[in-house]
DNA sequence: TTGAGGCATGTAACCGGTTACTCTATTTTT
DNA sequence: AAAAATAGAGTAACCGGTTACATGCCTCAA
């Protein structure tokens, strides 16, 4: 592969004319330059970016560090980086620690001096291990991590105030004896999901210890909650899932055991994903729009590499909106649910 | 940031020796190793890794490049890609042409220095324009395009049989009257599946010129289609769509014009995405592992940088698998799909 | 005792670019 | 016409590591 001063030599210029020329800068005359161009295309050079980022001190690449790489979340979120990366002329190294948390220093570190700025979505990790293991000089944006002790800038999804708006509109519809499928204990948006929903029955409906079931994020988590319900016979007029695929599992299950959806109960997921819209009957659920999350990460962060200062990080939290579907009595069965292929969106 | 000529200094050492205890390479003492090591520790030493890559000429990173970053299509192969990536502590710089193809060569350029090799997933570009912009030094495999022209390793998928044995499959079930909805034009993918549909029919039920109804791989296809079926009274007792999303919309569409699937018509797709399984009647197709696309690219390219020969190019074709359910005739309905949690599968 | 061989360490070139600084020739100013 | 300013090009240092080679010291065989 030819390098620049392969190029100087051929077109009988210096290594510094040959690099203004190639990347138009002044003071070289109209000739040189042509001539520069010539040997550029006769020898095929192309610039190598190692070596010019060395010097730049600029890679033009930002990394991203996801906990994995599983799953709608994860492909909707980089969607959403590369979306903005890519209008900026920006590179994505993708750091993947594998759901193994103490892989986590070791991604960070393999980063320095390939990137110029970090998107991190740590897994459940204390901060002051992020604190350790973050290089303060380079530019980093958390995702989905509240990092108000480090003083970093972050986007988060408001799942509290999500859970709390659908339980409201359970509630509205209705329901009094609500019960929630949880998702992972260890995980922050599955706590919060719990806390908007247990703080909204004790609010509006004074209900103080609601039926809760563990769950772990899964279709037969759903599956195996709505088995205890039927089994055990606990009173509910409504479930709750802490996401989409558990509401599903649920919902299959229920259907099984000959449980009408929402005739006998009413079913609410999270998330909206696709499978939402086109199960039978459709699913009620809270809309997060994940790659909102990657863009607006990705903003921030440009505008970090910009030199800005931000301020408050209040306004990078992205509130879910409630989709009403068919779970939840709205217009149910496929033939009818084709009809209306927009989503109708309800906000109290 | 500390760099290795201040752990030197700090240590007292010089920088080929700090270097070396780094590294953990021979010829270095036990006590001049501490002195290093606590250097590195006390003046939070990390090693610049895009320094290290330009003598080393080894980036440990591959690229990735991809005709877009949508769906689940692509979130798929990536996640392949990093699974073997990963064990080899390999990174993935992800390059994206957001379907504009005169890109390719900026993109292409673009990793020049900055990888070891490359996962190339060209779209419908000429193999010329392939052959001026790689770099023939630069180990590179190809994703989904027949390269016999450039003698470059490609991983791609048997779309053509897949159809085949999809067709196949419909007509031992009783079908005679297969209408295809066909993908994109433009789309290789779409035209191998096209093409594995005509030699079925010509070939098993002696049908030359089937009925082959324009689409787009879109929701909105399908249901277009459906809509001329029913229509235009197109005499059918099976459609075929290229993929699963067509074949999705199709259904609602017969649904809702009274038509039942799959009494008065069968319906089949292609790449069996997760909402294949869990509509209602779930929708019979043919099984693309698209991961596998990814890892098996990546497994080849590895085997390339450790400066193997590749063989013949054969043995990277996956071939599809047929998954038989309720939009054949298989076991219909939400209940009874429920029960059957793992796909059945049946080759002929 | 002497020299060969081995080990720990240092010196400096190098990877492939960028750029501060220098030098010369030409143009502008007075 | 002499002095000053400026444009075009070259020299070489530098980015932050790695590594070939040189050096000095010690051990061991002859």
Redesign the pocket.
């Given at each position: 592969m030819a390098?620049?001063?392969d190029v100087a030599r051929e077109a009988g210029?210096?290594?510094?004319?040959a690099?203004?020329a190639?990347?138009g800068l002044?003071?070289?005359?109209a000739p040189?330059r042509a001539a520069v161009m010539e040997a550029v295309k006769k020898l095929n050079f192309v610039?190598?970016s190692g070596?010019?980022s060395?010097?730049?001190?600029k890679t033009d690449t930002i990394g991203v560090i996801l906990p994995d790489l599983f799953g709608e979340f994860f492909s909707e979120i980089i969607r959403g980086i590369d979306l903005v990366a890519h209008e900026s002329g920006m590179h994505l190294l993708l750091g993947n620690m594998h759901g193994s948390s103490h892989e986590t220093a070791t991604v960070i570190a393999s980063m320095r001096g390939r990137v110029d700025g970090l998107l991190l979505m740590p897994p459940e990790v204390k901060p002051e291990m992020l604190a350790d293991n973050l290089d303060p000089a380079l530019p980093t944006v958390l995702l989905n991590y509240d990092a108000s002790t480090l003083d970093l800038p972050f986007v988060a999804v408001d799942n509290y105030h999500g859970a709390y708006t659908m339980t409201e509109a359970l509630i509205e519809r209705g329901a009094r004896q609500i019960v929630h499928i949880a998702g992972p204990k260890h995980n922050r948006d599955a706590r919060d999901r719990q806390r908007g929903f247990s703080d909204a029955m004790a609010k509006l409906v004074g209900e103080r210890s609601p039926v809760i079931l563990p769950g772990d994020f899964s279709e037969e988590a759903g599956a195996e909650a709505a088995r205890l319900l039927v089994q055990g016979q606990l009173p509910a007029d409504a479930v709750f899932a802490a996401n989409d695929l558990m509401a599903l599992g649920c919902i299959l299950q229920l259907a099984e055991a000959g449980v009408a959806v929402p005739e006998d109960v009413m079913v609410a997921g999270f998330d909206d994903i696709p499978l939402a819209r086109h199960i039978t009957p459709s699913l009620t659920t809270m809309q997060v729009k994940i790659d909102r999350l990657g863009s607006t990460a990705m903003m921030l962060l440009l505008r970090l590499l910009r030199g800005d200062t931000l301020g408050t990080a209040s306004a990078n939290v992205l509130t879910p909106t409630l989709i009403a579907r068919g779970t939840t009595g709205g217009p149910a069965g496929l033939a009818r649910a084709a009809k209306i292929p927009t989503t109708e969106t309800v906000r109290p």
């Open positions: 390098t620049l001063r210029v210096s290594v510094a004319t690099s203004r190639i990347n002044g003071n070289v005359t040189t610039p190598h070596a010019r060395l010097t730049r001190r």
